[in-house]
């Protein structure tokens, strides 16, 4: 795969749309977020070659040398945000090497459009894009001399959680799964009848998700018949239903929707289930 550099010209307008799209997103205030300090960590924009076209992505790892493990994040229909850039640092002063795509750079970006567009957009994109484009973060990311490419690990937030099931099916060098409120019963347009029930016995890799139990958009019913659709075929599966947390209750930077109690155990409980199944 040929890889080359964001100019200094993208990278200089991609980061002013990260910034503008912070401070123009529909409920965002980024006085609320949580700012990760980039001491000891190397953070850059990338970019990535994807069947001939080129689009963003931004990763991070530690300073220190040596092999660090992947860990591919998924955004949700919002993008790539300061806030989901904010996701990426955190996991690599956890001692990860962290890489997260633009999933909607073809589409003009999600920055500044209200919530009725973004899921227009994100529902316009077919199954085979999404997956595409997060292969090729992790291709790039197992090409680079201070990754470990045998331990991959993939996580994802609302789309992305679904993503991340997904992605898991149809990739055996997925090493674990931690999908954070992503829609089970999700269909593409491109894959009309393949939700995440119909691919769960695919699912080979141990899977930890996290989800709230007062998600308007996904019942806990259906979180619990996944979860034992997926232990019909996989040992190692745990899902966790924080009580009172809605849809994307991680999202600190979304005061109305962020629940710091379940957040701050919910990321906890991710990074031990990576550094069981990654560090190892």
Known sequence: ???????????????????????????????????????????RDVELSVSGTKIPAYDARPERQGRDPIVVAISGFTGLTEQHKDVVRRFAQAGYYAIAPELFYREGLMFGKAQPELAKISASIGRKQYLGDVRAAADFARSQAWARPDRLGVTGFCGGGALTLHFSAENPDVTAAVPWYGHVKRVYIDAPGLDAFAVASRIKAPVL????????????????????????????????????APHAFFSDDRPQVYRKAAAEDAWKRCLAFFDKHLKA
């Open 209 to 244: 998700g996290l989800y709230g139990d007062a998600d308007q958009g996904i019942p806990s019913a259906d979180v619990k018949a996944f979860e034992a659709e997926l232990k019909k075929t996989n040992p190692n599966v745990e899902f966790v239903l924080y009580p009172e």
């Open 1 to 43: 795969m040929a890889v080359n550099p964001l100019s200094r010209r993208e990278v200089m307008k991609f980061g002013a749309f990260t910034t503008v799209g912070g401070v123009l997103t529909p409920g965002v205030s980024l006085a609320q977020a949580i700012a990760t300090d980039t001491r000891g960590i190397l953070a």
